[in-house]
């Protein structure tokens, strides 16, 4: 016979990137006495990595409670990004319930899909908040039927399909059952979700007859008390100082004494001298603990089913830098260090592989996407890590002799007047129109199924293409055969042919070859890109060359040197720039692009044995 614990609720909320999830946590906070009234707060509290507050979005899915009406509230923020699906399954573990918020205006988008499908899969309930009802474009009610759609599509049941809505504008925290409510004197707060919460959402269940068993969700580290493991109580209660033990994969059982319970209250952590079924608690004084083990009893171990993450389809080989400039920026260049750095990455986000590569100082690291390899590399660039990766590459699969490769939905929202460029570059790509929906405002939605390869280094052209007005979404759909190769980049490399650094009056006269990366007094060395070239082949070339001067030629008698404004080699442009024979440069003061083999003369030699291997 299962109990239920009405004193805890365990709620996650879902949403599309950018839907007002983490702006609508703050507003909870805020009416439910977290904080001391008069209490400074900054807005999207529960955004605090520095990478999180920069991009505006939710890289990782954090915890923190509220108590409404003597109920303990916990809440779990997911990000809304597909390439951050290993989170979401976290969050999701522990949840007993979700909150689905969706844009008046943009309605349930990719992500949407993908968040709410991974809910209806762990059966849990869904209350569906139609946010941002206050903006000029808002479509309520068209967006209230395509979310029924998604529903039916996703296969909801019909307890499911019987869910409450609610009306928000979650930047003023104000909330209502009925559109037509929204008044000053009727929306004052946001009392009316709480409320729902504590009807729609059903309290977590628990066996009486179950001794002790928690699933690891979400790993910690505190200076004082090292490892912390993070999760759900699913039967029996703990107290401090209990003998437990931990079931590792293959059902390995590590002791473990519990040095200190503790639950969230509000945005910090708490000590409790005990903790009941369904809160969420973390555990002190466990080192070798990894997400989706069970902490149970000593005297009655048994494991609950561990998180189950999808496969990884994007790999990206890391390796120590090799660059003439090594180690002049970074504190962390050698491979252990590297190698120390993406063993501990592995152990606390569930969605990332990291295997050995075909030499010691190289590492093949698996996960969603290159968004997601993008923030792993910021991250480790901002700790002073020094290193080089090469392009993503998708993960292909084998049936016999059949490739297949991963493929996307993708869901292009852009002005009708872009609409042939974009459709003619996706079938360069291989991509396959689906749908095309125009909505009469000069806006089409057009939907595409295309290889995850394609999209590598697509989204900067696309927003060019639709000069920066272009919305692009995209959602993983599976593997199919092979769709057949395509050219990646239509232009060549300016390569620098020696050490030394950028001259003005060489970079000029370079300028009319293609497009230049660095400035004057910028350090090169040979192999190193200092361009992108006009034509579709590399060539090699001399950044610091100087002006020869005679006595009759002085150099004030030539006029002034005026060199296009270069813009700044971001990571992510870079890692979309690269070809399969080159590298991005990482330190934490630069990002350069280089060629895997340095020496002119190698390359040269290779290429030459190649083609006769060809012939």
């Known amino acids: 016979m299962k ?65 409404w009406k003597g109920v303990k509230i916990n809440i779990i923020d997911t990000p809304g990004h597909a390439d951050f699906g290993g989170e979401v399954e976290r969050a999701i573990s522990m949840a007993d319930g979700a909150i689905l918020l969706v844009d ?18 762990a059966g849990l309930k869904v209350i569906v908040v139609i946010n941002k009802i206050d903006r000029k474009d808002a479509r309520v009610d068209e967006v209230l039927n395509e979310i029924y759609d998604l529903f039916i599509d996703l296969a909801a049941n019909e307890k499911q399909l019987d869910f409450p809505v609610l009306y928000a504008i979650g930047r003023d925290g104000v909330a209502q059952k009925a559109l037509e409510d929204f008044s ?40 004082y008390i090292g490892r912390l493991a993070i999760g759900k109580i699913f039967n029996g209660r703990v107290k401090s100082n209990d003998s437990l033990v931990c079931i590792a994969e293959h059902g390995k059982e590590i002791p473990l004494k519990v040095t200190r319970l503790q639950s969230y209250f509000g945005l910090n952590f708490q000590e409790v001298a005990n903790a009941e079924p369904g809160d969420i608690v973390v555990l002190s004084g466990i080192e070798d603990v990894k997400i989706g083990d069970t902490i149970c009893t000593k005297d009655s171990p048994k494991a609950l089913k561990r998180i189950s993450v999808d496969e990884p389809t994007v790999s990206m080989r890391f390796t120590i830098n ?49 968004f997601q ?144 990366f660095i400035v004057p007094n910028e350090p090169v060395y040979e192999g190193m890109i200092v361009g992108e070239h006009n034509k579709d082949v590399d060539i090699t070339v001399n950044p610091c060359k100087e002006k020869k001067l005679t006595n009759m030629r002085a150099s004030g008698r030539d006029e002034n040197i005026i060199l296009t404004p270069v813009k700044p080699m971001t990571l ?39 083609m006769k291997e060809g012939s």
């Open 3 to 67: 109990l239920r614990n009405e004193q805890i609720r365990n709620i996650a909320i879902i949403a599309h990137v950018d839907h007002g999830k983490t702006t609508l946590v703050d507003a909870m906070f805020k009416q439910s006495g977290v904080f001391r009234e008069g209490q400074e707060v900054n807005d999207r509290l529960m955004d605090n990595m520095e990478l999180e507050r920069e991009r505006g979005i939710t890289i990782a899915a954090k915890n923190c409670s509220v108590v």
């Open 104 to 121: 008046a205006s943009e309605g349930p988008l990719p992500q949407t899909r993908f968040v709410l499908k991974k809910t209806f899969d």
């Open 184 to 223: 000053p004197l009727k929306s004052e707060n946001l009392h009316v979700l709480f409320d729902t919460i504590l009807e729609e959402i059903p309290a977590p269940s628990y066996s009486p007859d179950e001794p002790f068993q928690m699933l690891v969700s979400d790993l910690g580290y505190s200076d």
């Open 322 to 370: 090799t660059s003439p400039l090594a180690g002049k920026e970074g504190k962390h260049v050698q491979s252990a260090k590297i190698r120390e750095r993406l063993t501990k990455e592995m152990l606390r986000n569930v969605a990332i592989r990291v295997e050995e590569g075909d030499d010691r100082e190289v590492f093949v690291v698996k996960g969603r996407g290159e």
């Open 373 to 516: 390899m993008a923030i792993l590399i910021e991250t480790m660039r901002r700790e002073g890590f020094e290193l080089c990766v090469g392009r993503p590459e998708v993960i292909y699969k084998y049936q016999g002799s059949k490739k297949l490769e991963p493929i996307e939905q993708l869901f292009v929202d852009c002005d009708e007047n872009f609409l042939g460029i974009v459709t003619e570059k996706l079938s360069i790509r291989k991509g396959k129109m689906i749908n095309l929906v125009n909505n009469g405002k000069g806006r089409t939605r057009i939907e595409f199924s295309v290889p995850s390869r394609a999209l590598i280094g697509y989204r900067d052209e696309f927003l060019t293409d639709t000069k920066g007005t272009g919305i692009m979404n995209s959602l993983f759909a599976g593997y199919e055969d092979y769709r057949g190769d395509f050219p990646t980049r239509f232009t060549g490399s300016l390569v620098s042919d020696r050490h030394g650094a950028g001259v003005a009056y060489a970079l000029f006269n370079l300028e009319p070859r293609g497009h230049m």
């Open 572 to 610: 992510e442009r870079a890692i979309h720039f690269i070809r399969d024979d080159e590298m991005v440069e990482i330190t934490p003061k630069s990002v350069r692009l280089r060629k895997t083999i340095l020496s002119g003369q190698k390359r040269h030699t290779q290429r030459a044995a190649k």
